[in-house]
């Protein structure tokens, strides 16, 4: 908490970030006590924490209620991610090398689990739990060697995109290796470029409309869209969401 406060001081000065760090306390305080007194209705699938609310999710500029686990910070689309990965991806059947990108909290057993998969945790900054800092729009990692790529809400905070693509489809072994990614997207036919990293967006670069997959093939994916639902009555007991995510392949060459 902290260390995000000094985040927020230095963006964005002491009146706003003191203001939002004051709607945080008073958000939790009440989100913890409704789970101390009310009968549990939510749970969250990654880490077994049930409970009556999630943590509202405040930055400066929006806020989404009920979204994080407090235990293990998951989000909906953490949990929806989970649910796949488990389900129907079969994640701990998978073999080979595993590079995540931006390893989120919430998926640190899930990763642990899989007895027969190498997995490589990597990120920009050295302020997660990682085996190794790498610049995605220059990778140092071996060509066509990487058996799965995981890349949830990281493009957007890029200044090169297209490098990062072309990197990633550089590392993953052609024909059976995958990429799953993600990124914020809108409705919007065309991606919107801020040209520089928006304080007010969580410091991303852009905002990613239809045209996320024609870039993703531009940079040599076969593309694919994940179509994976749960039931309702599931939706509401794990606070899942339905945002778009893909698993992309590289065809060989000739
Ligand atoms: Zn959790």
Not at 46 to 60: A, L, N, Q, T
Not at 65 to 82: E, G, I, L, T, V
Not at 162 to 172: D, F, H, S, T, V
Not at 174 to 194: C, F, I, K, N, R
Request: charged letters at 25%; aromatic letters at 12%.
């Amino acid at each position: 908490m902290l260390g995000w406060y000094r985040d927020q001081l230095r963006q964005f000065g002491f009146v706003t970030a003191t203001m939002l760090l004051f709607r945080v306390a008073t958000s939790r305080i009440l989100v913890n006590l409704a789970n101390k007194l009310l009968p549990p209705t939510l749970s969250c699938p990654c880490c077994g924490w049930s409970g009556r609310k999630f943590y509202d999710y405040i930055e400066v500029g929006y806020t989404v209620r009920n979204a994080a686990c407090p235990r293990c910070d998951s989000h909906p689309k953490h949990r929806q991610y989970f649910l796949w990965l488990t389900r129907e991806y079969k994640l701990n059947k998978k073999t080979g090398v595993a590079v995540i990108f931006a390893p989120e909290r919430a998926f640190n057993q899930v990763w642990q689990n899989t007895k027969d998969l190498r997995v490589f945790r990597v990120d920009y900054e050295t302020t997660r739990d990682i085996d190794a800092q790498v610049d995605l729009q220059e990778l140092a990692l071996t060509t066509n060697a990487v058996d799965l790529v995981w890349c949830h809400q990281v493009l957007e905070h890029i200044e090169d995109d297209a490098a990062a693509m072309r990197e990633l489809n550089r590392i993953l072994r052609p024909d059976t290796g995958e990429l799953v990614v993600s990124v914020p997207m809108t409705d919007a036919a065309a991606t919107v470029e801020y040209g520089f990293p928006d304080p007010k967006e969580s410091g991303h670069w852009r905002i990613y409309g239809d045209d996320f997959v024609t870039k993703l093939e531009a940079s040599g994916f076969d593309v694919k869209k994940v179509d994976f639902v749960v039931s309702a009555r599931e939706a509401a007991k794990f606070g899942t969401s339905d945002e778009a995510f893909y698993v992309c392949r590289k065809p060989s060459v000739g």
